[in-house]
């Protein structure tokens, strides 16, 4: 079992940057494949990124923007948001699966409860 817990979301302005973390418990973290996902009201939650052990994966509308990463000692993933625009508001979740990472929410076994990001134009 993997309990989830996002933070790091807020309101800031186009061209900004936020940094969300992703803290999990247990003592297998590392053996997870993490994601980070995000949903807007009417819409299907969304890949973002995704981290195995030595892989980064990105979807296009974030890729050379939003970077990736974990720490394993600490047992937290990140995900690095610059250049962020009026779009990417919406509320970001981390997820964990076995295995590889993917980008289809219903191959994730586990989720946070989700963190609120507003970009303002």
């Known amino acids: 079992q993997v309990q989830l817990v996002e933070s790091g979301g807020g309101l800031v302005q186009a061209g900004g940057s936020l940094r969300l973390s992703c803290a999990a418990s247990g003592r297998t973290f590392s053996t997870y494949a993490m994601g980070w996902f995000r949903q807007v009201p009417g819409k299907e939650r969304e890949f973002v990124a995704a981290?195995?052990?030595?892989?980064?994966y990105y979807a296009n509308s974030v890729k050379g923007r939003f970077t990736i990463s974990r720490n394993n000692a600490k047992n937290t993933v990140y995900l690095q948001m610059n250049s962020l625009k009026p779009e990417d508001t919406a509320v970001y979740y981390c997820?964990?699966?076995?295995?590889?990472?993917?980008?289809?929410?219903?191959?994730?076994?586990?989720w946070g409860q989700g963190t609120q990001v507003t970009v303002s134009s």
């Open positions: 997820a964990a699966r076995r295995g590889p990472p993917g980008s289809l929410p219903e191959g994730y076994n586990y």
């Open positions: 981290i195995d052990w030595k892989s980064t």
